[in-house]
């Protein structure tokens, strides 16, 4: 059964994605030329972004494959699947990807998190690393310190400060390697560090007994708790017909942004999705913006809860649209939206399609509140002035002109 609900979903996602799918296979790129100069932060989303001109400010960038080879005079955020960054950098990163690459020089920090990060000869970093990746390679130059966690951690470079690798499986230090503090690490097994390798500090290793693996018992068939789904189709179809009732086209509104830009919409809304806590954190920190994080982060509640309903109308009107059906489109909201909800409760694939509807809804409702405004229609009153002006006077053409 959740196959089924999966192989739907994905159905109906293939029909709101439209052209944009196509498009984005055929190889959409987002290019800044070099020569090119932005100023101010600048926002940038795409199946594929290359950037090679310069940014007067910080660059903000999502999408699949994120190549940053320009200039940036500011901080870099980034979201996507693999990211390089070979041009200097004269603030901090902070990045979240599969594979993330850093091959150039940053003034600042850098704060990585996802699968693999490598720091190559050719990158330096004038602050800190701070790493949560599962492989990490680190064969460039750090100014301060290394910290944070790695399933494997190769360090080839050089360090001037200390290395403390609070959770670490593999640990090696290589030939060439020079750490200039101290390393302190917790790991299962001691690190290998090579004869030619030079730690001017103390090592500290701190052992971690990993618990053996309990026999787990057989998986039991996928059963989805039916009172709380029941609960959430309950509480969303309150929330749509309150909202539908105060704008009758507010939720077409809100889903034609995903319809009309979906790549785009998924890219900006997982850079919300992953930036806005963020924000929230580092506004909490100061008492000026404390009530400003508060709202911001209500807001952000709300809008992970409306992500739902948004996505739901928007492949709703979709698929009305492509069968041709005369139904009310109320009926096919409430396919998307059940479907929608039994999806994000499947045991594996859950967690990513529910990512997958919030970075759409997030980033729907960003597309809808940017859009330009059409052009108001003239009032009646106007019009009727206008075809007044233009009506020709005079002549024998009416009543008065007979007489």
């Known amino acids: 059964m959740g196959t089924r609900i999966l192989a739907a979903l994905l159905l109906l996602v293939t029909v709101l994605g439209g052209g944009t799918a196509l498009a984005d296979e055929n190889g959409t790129m987002v290019t800044i030329p070099v020569g090119e100069v932005r100023t101010g932060p600048t926002f940038l989303a795409g199946g594929s972004v290359d950037m090679r001109g310069t940014i007067d400010g910080d660059l903000f960038i ?24 070979s041009g200097p950098v004269y603030g901090d990163i902070r990045v979240a990807a599969q594979t993330i690459a850093v091959a150039g020089p940053v003034s600042g920090s850098v704060a990585v998190a996802g699968q693999s990060f490598e720091l190559t000869p050719a990158g330096t970093v004038g602050r800190d690393v701070l790493v949560g990746v599962a492989e990490a390679r680190l064969g460039g130059k750090v100014a301060r310190m290394v910290m944070g966690s790695a399933g494997s951690c190769l360090l080839s470079g050089s360090v001037a400060g200390d290395v403390k690798m609070y959770d670490v499986q593999d640990l090696s230090v290589a030939d060439g390697a020079f750490i200039g503090g101290q390393l302190t690490y917790r790991s299962p097994q001691k690190a290998q560090v090579a004869p030619g390798a030079t730690i001017r500090g103390q090592e500290t290793w701190t052992p971690v007994t990993r618990p053996s693996p309990q026999p787990q018992p057989p998986a039991a068939a996928w059963r989805f708790d039916l009172p709380g789904l029941a609960f959430s189709l309950l509480g969303a179809l309150v929330v ?20 009309r830009d979906f790549g785009p919409s998924l890219g900006w809304g997982l850079l919300l999705l ?25 807001g952000y509640v709300l809008s992970l809860y409306l992500a739902k309903i948004v996505v739901a109308q928007a492949m709703g009107d979709a698929l009305r649209e492509r069968t041709g059906s005369h139904l009310h489109d109320f009926w096919f909201f409430l396919l998307a939206l059940v479907l929608v909800l039994l999806a994000v409760r499947l045991p594996v694939a859950g967690p990513l399609l529910w990512i997958a509807v919030a970075s759409l809804g997030l980033g729907g409702v960003l597309k809808a509140l940017t859009a330009p405004a059409p052009a108001a229609a003239p009032a009646p009153a106007a019009a009727s002035a206008a075809a007044a002006a233009v009506e020709p006077t005079g002549g024998g053409q009416g009543p008065e002109g007979d007489r």
């Open 274 to 298: 992953v930036s806005v806590p963020l924000l929230v954190v580092l506004l909490m920190v100061t008492v000026i913006g404390l009530p400003l994080a508060l709202v911001l982060g209500l």
């Open 240 to 259: 749509y017909a309150a909202y539908r009732l105060l704008r009758p086209r507010g939720w077409q509104v809100l889903g034609e942004g995903i319809r």
């Open 62 to 85: 999502a999408g699949s494959n994120l190549s940053v080879d320009g200039t940036v005079r500011g901080d870099v955020f980034a979201v996507g699947q693999n990211v390089r960054i």
